[in-house]
């Protein structure tokens, strides 16, 4: 069974905390993509990756950075937390040969204070 | 512009009613668009994609580029059917654009 694997369900930080959020895959998927999402404003993209040290912004990038050292490991940073960024973050991975079908997590429901 | 609208937050239909979700587009290209499903407690997931014109769980959505709609449909709605839809367009560098998202809940 396919599985994309976020390191924590709930996370709560303190305003101005540096965060870390962690996803991996085990399918070997060249894609991976961080999206927030919110009630009434869905999915929106953060970061994406089509490959090991590669990243593109995606359309709400602000206060985020990412890292991929490794193909299977995406990993979401918070420079400084703030109380904004209190959401459900999903990570999410795909083939090259099949963008658009997403694989999900299960998400991680920040909470900054 | 590329967008996925998503007119309605909340949809409750008894069981056994049709169901029609609805999904408008705006895309400059050819578009490829998809419904993406999150029940409770459980990932979201790719229900269906317009290219496939498949059924999924009794599921249809047709590609009406006339009215860049992209409607998602069920005769006869059933408990389980309970979730969060998404619609969504495949964009520009093969990124995927959500829609607003629409709770389905089918009353008994």
């Known amino acids: 069974d396919v599985k994309v694997t976020q390191s924590s369900r709930y996370l709560v930080k303190r305003t101005g905390e540096k965060v870390f959020l962690e996803c991996v895959q085990d399918?070997?998927?060249?894609?991976m993509f961080w999206y927030r999402q919110d009630p009434g404003l869905g999915l929106r993209l953060i970061y994406f990756?089509?490959?090991?040290?590669?990243?593109e912004k995606g359309d709400i990038p602000e206060g985020y950075s990412v890292s991929r050292e490794k193909k299977e490991r995406f990993s979401l940073i918070l420079e400084s937390a703030s109380t904004n960024q209190t959401s459900m973050y999903l990570c999410?991975?795909?083939?090259?040969?099949?963008?658009?079908?997403?694989?999900f997590g299960s998400g991680t429901q920040l909470s900054v204070l | 512009a590329q967008r996925v609208t998503q007119p309605e937050k909340l949809l409750s239909v008894f069981k056994g009613a049709p169901v029609e979700l609805k999904c408008n587009y705006s895309?400059?290209?050819?578009?490829?668009l998809f419904w993406y499903v999150q029940y409770s407690r459980q990932r979201l997931q790719l229900l269906l994609r317009?290219?496939s014109r498949e059924s999924i769980k009794g599921f249809t959505a047709d590609l009406n580029k006339g009215e860049t709609s992209f409607h998602l449909k069920k005769p006869f709605a059933q408990e389980e059917d309970s979730a969060m839809y998404y619609c969504?367009?495949?964009?520009?560098?093969?990124?995927?654009?959500f829609g607003q998202g629409t709770e389905l809940s089918v009353k008994p």
């Open positions: 999410a991975s795909s083939s090259t040969g099949e963008n658009e079908k997403l694989f």
């Open positions: 399918m070997d998927h060249e894609n």
């Open positions: 990756s089509y490959d090991v040290k590669m990243k």
């Open positions: 895309y400059s290209g050819s578009p490829e």
């Open positions: 317009h290219i």
């Open positions: 969504a367009l495949s964009g520009q560098g093969g990124k995927l654009i």
